[in-house]
Nanobody, 127 residues
């Protein structure tokens, strides 16, 4: 399984970035997909997720209303549109995929829910 995350970079407070996660083996709409982030010295935390086979989305309270997770089934990609970025959003962002046949509905926020992880992409928000 290969997950490739990209799109990170340096942006000013209030700016926007779009992260992309591509998958090479199975359709991204057949499994639960998530985005997590990890800031220096902190634990990995949940950001957003999209449930398998439906368009149901979940967000951390800290990003709700600013970030949007979406799926491009044709290109087999998952995106994280990040608007109104803040310095506290600075972190390495990881995309993750659950295993086939596993529902993330009750545990979408747990890193242990996801079986596969991308390499991470760095987002830095300057004040």
């Amino acid at each position: 399984v290969q997950l490739q995350a990209s799109g990170g970079g340096l942006v000013q407070t209030g700016g926007s970035l779009r992260l992309s996660c591509s998958r090479s083996d199975v359709a991204v709409n057949s499994v639960g997909m998530g985005w997590f982030r990890q800031a220096p010295g902190k634990e990995r935390e949940f950001v957003a997720a999209m449930r398998e086979t439906t368009d149901t989305t979940y967000y951390a309270n800290s990003v709700k209303g600013r970030f949007t997770i979406s799926r491009d089934n044709f290109n087999n990609r998952v995106y994280l549109q990040m608007n109104s970025l803040r310095p506290e959003d600075t972190a390495i962002y990881y995309c993750a995929a659950a295993g086939m046949g596993y529902s993330i509905t009750s545990s979408y926020y747990r890193p242990s829910t996801y079986q596969y992880w991308g390499q991470g992409t760095l987002v830095t928000v300057s004040s």
